[in-house]
DNA sequence: AGTCATAAAGTCATCAGATGACTTTATGAC
DNA sequence: GTCATAAAGTCATCTGATGACTTTATGACT
């Protein structure tokens, strides 16, 4: 569970500043007051300030300038999403990746070609069956074919966020419930293929949809005891 | 047009650090270095690093804990579905923007409850049919009815993801095409209701892509000359 | 030997002051 | 009125110091 924050200066500042622009009272392409100010106005050292100034700069938040000043540059954050998701639970994150995993399979049964269906089909065989041993390996292979597959999307987008949520997916499961989750088998990344080979979206859909129920199902069990 | 970044110390210490993790020469939970080594490491002061660190903090690579050390807490790199995203064509926003509109669907669809539909029926009746004038306010009432179906589905990523969508492709379509791709009718807002009062996600899946479908075949039409 | 309170060391949090670099504004000569 | 130059304002960075918190080592006591 989420220990209550505790609360560090620069965080305090962080929000100060934050709730200022989400309230409108500093507008986009307006100004902030210099860093003196805002340290006495905060009750904060300046280097406090800074550090603050320089988290709303990387969310996207504040923009500063060399000898001119600091100013607002935008009221919405880029980052936002993402950090939601990071703190998400499991469940949601899977969800969100089961949404990305079932559109680029769609997507790729509509753009196939009989040379992304070749290696697809390749990557699977290489990837073979796990009968022990080296499981790092194991993995790697596995996540290679899924990755393909998002691939055949010709997607940069679903590319990009697979990939995002595929990490996060893997710390979430390292970091709490390090063991077993159903493992699908290669009947069910077989039928994938299978489905993206034929060229119908709404099949290529289901089958991925099929892959993973068994997982959400195991997770729902874990979830709620 | 993007300006290329002026370095500055903070930023490249940013960067730096970044590597590192995204190279997983440090590793998740691994204790980076403390303050001084690395103001050493990188011929910064320790204030910059402290910037850096607090940087990298808000962007949910790395934790610091008070009398303990800065750890490694994520690898995923957010930067790069960003990224990719902004820099990613219109079509490829909205089918990413698609796949989340029909998983939440889904959702809803699996937990509906009587007021969730209701309130859904009224937000549907408030947005009214267009019939010129009030522009800005008609697309205000219709996101906001689109906002509480994602909401429906009760996953916070899909939430925070769609809103991202929905303000990049908005920005994607002033900058680029200013104009005016098919706007569904109510019927057709109507259906999706329709589905998820039913419990179908099948059907709200699909209701969800029929809605979608005139709009993306306008694109193909635009970007395929 | 084992346990536990306490001291010591390590580390982040924050502050204060100072200098440099860059931008904006004011000045004044032409 | 224009334009080079000086002055003021502001962020960028460094240095050094103190406090707060965590982890580890110490040593007395049972």
Redesign the interface.
Known sequence: MDPLNKT?L?DTA?EAIRGEILAHRWAVGEKLPNEARLSAMLSVSR?TV???V??????GYLETR?GSGTYVVSA?D???????????GLR??Y??R???D???AR?AALRRTPETVAHLRALLAERGIYEGGDKAGFIARDFAFHQAVIAA?Q???????Y???S??IA?TI?ASLSEELPEPDDAAHAAIVDAIESGDPQAA?TAVRRFMAPVLSALDRMLLP
């Not at 320089?54 to 969310?59: E, G, I, N, T």
């Not at 997607?155 to 966020?161: D, I, R």
Request: aromatic letters at 6%; hydrophobic letters at 55%.
């Open positions: 560090n620069a962080v280097g800074r550090e603050a320089r988290a709303l700069v990387s969310q060399q919405a880029a980052f936002r999403p993402l950090t939601m998701a990071r703190r998400a949601d994150q969800e969100a089961l949404a990305l079932a559109q680029a997507l999307s997607n940069a987008v679903l590319v990009g966020m990939d995002f949520f990490t996060l710390e390292e859909d």
